[in-house]
């Protein structure tokens, strides 16, 4: 991002801190007030393209930054913004995914989707199965839709969830119970999921 907050340029660089490329700036719509997520962001490099969400209240929005064609968008979305949405972008099956959970009921949750190749926002999916949680990081890797989900009363206790959109349901696949300490320092690389705490990376493979 610029200075300004108003403009993003997109970077490669390698594992050594090399930078490779550097992309002009595009315009992303920051001049207004809008709360967004920095793991909400997602990158297609077939078409060079950021997707991210963002609220601008009461609204909930979709970015998406074209570096190619050095021109950004912006979609206001039908979802409710009870708490502050966790997204992310399946490109795979380029779909963008946002799961809200409904009003103060931490473990109940609704995923909500903007499919890309059709421009349209599919029926929102009232989720069954999510353990109950107060925080829960949205991911995608491999087509599939996860997320990283953490106890309310124990924070240190960490679900994996596997989120099946066909079906509406969610299962915990994966779950730290000791000496997790609170981070959204985590990633996926191939199929593992890698959490990053304060000077401990743990790696487990989960399917």
């Known amino acids: 991002m610029n200075p300004n907050n108003t ?7 390698t594992p050594l801190g090399e930078v490779l490329s550097s992309s002009a700036y595009v315009n992303a719509f920051m001049k207004e007030s809008y709360f967004f997520l920095d793991y909400s ?7 060079n393209t950021v997707y991210y969400s963002g ?11 074209d570096f190619g064609k050095k021109e950004s968008h912006r979609m206001k979305l039908s979802m409710p913004t009870y708490f502050e949405p966790f997204g992310t972008y399946d490109n ?15 473990s109940n949750f609704t ?30 890797t491999n087509g ?5 989900s953490y106890n309310e009363t124990e924070p240190t206790i960490m679900y994996i969830v596997y989120i099946d959109p066909t079906s509406s349901s969610a299962s915990v696949v994966y779950t730290f119970e000791d000496s997790i300490e609170f981070s959204i320092d985590y990633w996926f690389i191939d199929n593992y999921f890698v959490k990053m705490t304060y000077d401990v990376i743990l790696m487990n493979f989960i399917w």
């Open 144 to 148: 599939q839709i996860y997320a990283a």
């Open 55 to 65: 609220e601008h209240s009461p609204n909930q929005f979709l970015f998406i930054i």
């Open 7 to 13: 403009e993003y340029s997109l970077h490669t660089i």
């Open 41 to 47: 962001f997602g990158y297609d490099p077939s078409v």
């Open 111 to 140: 995923l909500y989707s903007y499919d890309l190749n059709t421009k349209s926002e599919n029926e929102p999916l009232t989720l069954k199965g999510f353990p109950g949680t107060t925080y829960s990081f949205l991911f995608s």
């Open 92 to 106: 795979v099956n380029n779909i963008y995914y946002l799961l809200e959970s409904l009003e103060n009921d931490v």
